[in-house]
């Protein structure tokens, strides 16, 4: 996954919420901010107990409008600052999110999701302006361990918020997995945060998604200036950070099957359980979600006489995937929302004898 360095590392069997919580201690984080929501809830309450004993602070706020407040007071100081909920609460920060991007401030934000149907939600947003998060989705604990580790050198190598699209699955599933910093490279500077050190020097800072550049009263903000920086420094992210794709048995493969987050993994397994009895195919799973590997995805589709996706809502990851093959193959959907009667997405269709079904329809379908 990354040339990541495991520094005094230890193997512990923790479930997803507590590993994600301990990665995000790993990394620095030092402020928590959110308002219970399962299965984001787990999250917050092992931040609670475990930020207080290296010195951080998490705030159970009064709701998620004032947990990304709070973030976005905590990370203009440049205290590494992370907050997070499930899509639902997602939709009530859209607006500080959006503003936090356009201040260019680092920040971790986690959607536990109840299933996946937040995909548009977390990489195209819900906010205003012109403005992209980068956007990892770990495929169960062990990957999430190093991931959300990941978002944090990259919140704070772009000055810029990245989303850990996780699940139900991912928080309550128990795995054995070592938690140790990981090395991601040197610390970006922070020189831009206000730390109040150069208040009333007459080199006082702003920060803020209007501009970091002081005006006088009687001129203003020149905001087209602002957001055509802004736009430049997004291209420019987008370009350079590395867009991650897990692939296996494509090289030979008829169909290869697309996935992301949890739901990938049962893809996998259904995938190499096809191969056993000799079917051509394949799997490819998208771990960044914005950058999207399109390129190399279109290179494991290569030769494929058809390109399958999986995912626990109605389509909508698969609108990514058709962009990227560019009609090299034709692209079909096979998934749908399964849901619990809770709606959390502890989904009946999980499960590989139901996916090889689907994979095999698309196999022997004529062409």
């Not at 959390?344 to 079904?357: E, K, N, T």
Request: glycine letters at 10%.
């Amino acid at each position: 996954m990354s040339t990541s360095i495991p520094i005094a590392a230890t193997r512990r069997l923790l479930q997803g919420s507590e590993a994600i919580v301990e990665a995000m201690i790993a990394a620095g984080c030092r402020f928590f901010a959110g308002y219970p929501m399962t299965p984001f809830t787990e999250v917050l309450e092992h931040m609670a107990r475990r930020l207080p004993e290296v010195g951080g602070v998490c705030m159970n706020a009064e709701s998620e409008l004032e947990a990304v407040g709070m973030a976005w007071g905590a990370a203009a100081t440049g205290t590494p600052a992370a907050t997070g909920s499930t899509g639902q609460g997602l939709s009530l920060m859209q607006e500080s999110l959006a503003e936090i991007t356009l201040a260019r401030l680092p920040l971790v934000v986690l959607n536990m999701a109840r299933a996946q149907g937040d995909y548009w939600q977390a990489t195209r947003g819900g906010g205003h302006g012109d403005y992209r998060h980068i956007v990892l989705a770990p495929v169960d604990v062990a990957e999430a361990v190093e991931l959300v580790q990941l978002a944090f050198h990259l919140a704070a190598t772009w000055r810029n918020p990245v989303l850990v699209f996780g699940d139900y699955y991912l928080a309550h599933t128990a795995r054995s997995v070592e938690i140790g910093s990981l090395d991601f490279g040197p610390a970006p500077s922070t020189e831009w945060a206000l730390t109040g050190e150069s208040g009333g020097t007459g080199r006082a800072k702003l920060v803020s998604f209007l501009g970091s550049a002081k005006q006088r009263d009687d001129v203003g903000y020149d905001l087209s200036v602002h957001y055509t920086a802004c736009a430049e420094h997004t291209a420019r992210m987008l370009r350079e950070v590395t867009p991650k794709l897990d692939t296996g048995m494509t090289a030979d493969a008829e169909v290869v099957v697309v996935a992301f987050g949890t739901p990938g993994a049962y893809v996998r397994a259904a995938v190499r359980s096809l191969r056993a009895e000799g079917v051509r195919v394949g799997w490819a799973r998208p771990v960044t979600l914005v950058p999207f590997p399109s390129a190399a995805l279109a290179e494991a589709v290569q030769g494929a006489k058809a390109v399958a996706v999986y995912e626990n809502n109605t389509g909508q990851m698969v609108d990514d995937v058709r962009l990227a093959v560019l009609g090299a193959a034709p692209v079909e959907f096979i998934g749908g929302i399964s849901l619990d009667s809770s709606g959390f997405g502890i989904a009946p269709d999980l499960d590989v004898a139901v996916l090889r079904r689907r994979i095999l329809e698309v196999v022997e379908r004529p062409r």
